[in-house]
């Protein structure tokens, strides 16, 4: 078999079996390729990674501040990069926080709280790591609402909000934001190889997630996003001690997760999935243990 061919294989195999959703053997496979493509950019590895440069392949000097590394991938906090970013930052409404802003909110601070958090469970950290290189911070609409981003275009930065204060709480809504767009990104890598909803498709089905209906492939990102933070808030409750106002968080979460898969019963029914779209799909609706 080519290369190629044996990625597909490996991604197939994923698809027919996909727990957990953050296994690394199949991502690091993805992210290496990815890197490959960068290296047209001059995007020379992880040290070399800038979102600026990932998105308009111009030379960039952004700031970035070591955060952690796990299985020698490291992650920094990406400063602003108004200068190349502005456009972008106005067509997706994100608001970036500036320097002396994420000094104020300590955000390197709870970005680190929240990968130790994650770090609970260490293939589900690993696997974030090798997939978020940079993550940006951006504002929120207010103290109770988190607000996440990523984009295919910028395949290794996250966008998240973190909170305004500092609580057990609050870091699990980080780690949430982490996790949840770590995953988006990972997806995004599968659907450059293989096919999941047939080319051309104007099939909508209904997202609970969004209470609209959506784009085949925007329900399946929901999917597989809001399966791993289930898989993963489970896994960490059932190994790790946490306060009264955590487990009653994680709990309602959990809740609220299963109950959005219950309006998601007939997905794999819809016409213009492929066969390892509806092979996959019917996958991630078993319920998870």
Not at 127 to 139: E, G, W
């Amino acid at each position: 078999m080519l290369p190629d061919d044996l990625l597909k294989k490996d991604i197939k195999a994923f698809l027919s079996s996909p727990f957990p959703l953050w296994e690394n053997q199949l991502t690091n496979k993805l992210v290496a390729l990815e890197y490959e493509r960068l290296l047209s950019i001059q995007i020379d590895g992880r040290l070399a990674y800038a979102t600026a440069t990932a998105l308009h392949q111009t030379k960039s000097d952004t700031d970035k501040q070591f955060l952690a590394a796990y299985a020698s991938n490291m992650i920094y906090l990406e400063a602003p990069d108004k200068d190349h970013l502005a456009g972008f930052y106005e067509e997706h409404g994100l608001l970036p926080l500036n320097k002396r802003e994420l000094v104020r909110q300590r955000a390197a601070t709870k970005l680190k709280a929240a990968l130790e958090l994650l770090a609970e469970i260490p293939e589900c950290v690993a696997c974030i790591a090798s997939l978020v290189n940079c993550i940006q911070v951006i504002a929120s609409e207010g103290p109770d609402y988190d607000t996440s981003y990523s984009h295919p275009a910028i395949p290794f930065t996250i966008f998240l909000s973190v909170c305004e204060d500092d609580s057990p709480l609050s870091t699990i809504r980080v780690a949430e934001g982490i996790l949840h767009e770590a995953m988006h990104l990972k997806l995004s890598l599968i659907q450059q190889q293989v096919i999941l909803v047939e080319p051309g498709s104007k099939e909508t089905f209904y997202s609970p997630w969004r209470d609209t209906e959506r784009p085949l492939m925007g329900v399946i990102h929901g999917f597989f996003v809001f399966r791993a933070i289930q898989n993963f808030m489970k896994q960490y409750l059932a190994q790790s001690q946490t306060d009264n106002s955590t487990f009653n968080h994680l709990s309602y979460r959990l809740s609220d997760i299963e109950a959005d898969f219950r309006a998601l019963q007939n997905f794999s029914t819809c016409k213009t999935l492929s066969k390892a779209g509806i092979k996959f799909t019917t996958k991630l609706l078993e319920p998870i243990a």
